[in-house]
């Protein structure tokens, strides 16, 4: 069965320093991964998508991510954080045919001056 | 370019209430999603339809829970007998293109609370 798993609930980072938020990935078959953010008292909002081709792929506000099918991996990155990054972000999956997009269980990043 | 629009915002009910969530989705767009979130189980996928057939209910508890698109400008989730575990926000989703290249837009959501 498919799933996400993002190991880190919480992330404290300070402002203007290097964001990394890992998330690992189970699927059988060619995955579509997502990166979604959660502002508070907001809906979710995409931040970049995965389709399969180049490995890096570059999002809204400066992030980026990196697919990685030797780790199921689908990492997020930004090089300096703003504090208007605080959030909550998941990492999601699905596939071509379009099965259910699958959620992680989130990780809530807070931003320190 | 309105988004996709969920009513109500919010939604209070007595336990052994019936409560009916209302989605609008983008215009033009077939594929419609509707997930629950709480704090204990993150977002969980309920039922999604395509072009307004049933696609995948796998997520649906299944007894009380019932969703429904009759027309492509909306769906409704409905839950009879609530419970208090019942107690989450609803969120739907569209997309234009989902399986290929779409991604999926979210409303607001529907918190509901059940006392």
């Known amino acids: 069965a498919q799933s996400v798993t993002q190991p880190d609930a919480r992330v404290t980072v300070s402002e203007g320093a290097s964001l990394q938020l890992r998330c690992k990935y189970s699927?059988?078959?060619?995955?579509?991964l997502f990166w979604y953010v959660q502002y508070p008292r907001q809906g979710l909002q995409l931040l970049l998508k995965?389709?399969?081709?180049?490995?890096v792929v570059q999002g809204v506000n400066g992030f980026e991510a990196e697919f990685s099918k030797s780790n199921s991996s689908f990492h997020l990155r930004k090089a300096s954080v703003h504090w208007s990054d605080w959030a909550v972000y998941f990492c999601?999956?699905?596939?071509?045919?379009?099965?259910?997009?699958?959620f992680g269980t989130g990780t809530t990043v807070s931003v320190s001056p | 370019n309105a988004g996709v629009i969920q009513t109500p915002r919010h939604k209070v009910t007595g336990k052994g209430q019936e409560a009916t969530l209302w989605c609008e989705p983008i215009?033009?767009?077939?594929?419609v999603f509707w997930y629950r979130q709480t704090i204990v189980q993150g977002l969980e996928f309920l039922t999604y339809?395509?072009?307004?057939?049933?696609?995948?209910d796998s997520g649906m508890p299944k007894e009380r829970f019932s969703a429904q698109m009759p027309n492509q400008s909306h769906s409704t989730l409905k839950i009879q007998s609530t419970q208090p575990q019942d107690s989450a926000v609803y969120l739907c989703?569209?997309?234009?293109?989902?399986?290929?290249?779409?991604?999926?837009?979210f409303g607001e959501g529907s918190k509901l609370t059940v006392l």
């Open positions: 989703a569209s997309s234009r293109d989902w399986g290929n290249t779409g991604q999926l837009y």
């Open positions: 699927y059988f078959g060619t995955p579509y």
């Open positions: 215009s033009g767009h077939s594929a």
């Open positions: 995965y389709y399969p081709g180049d490995p």
């Open positions: 999601a999956v699905s596939s071509q045919g379009g099965r259910a997009l699958i």
């Open positions: 339809f395509r072009n307004q057939a049933p696609i995948d």
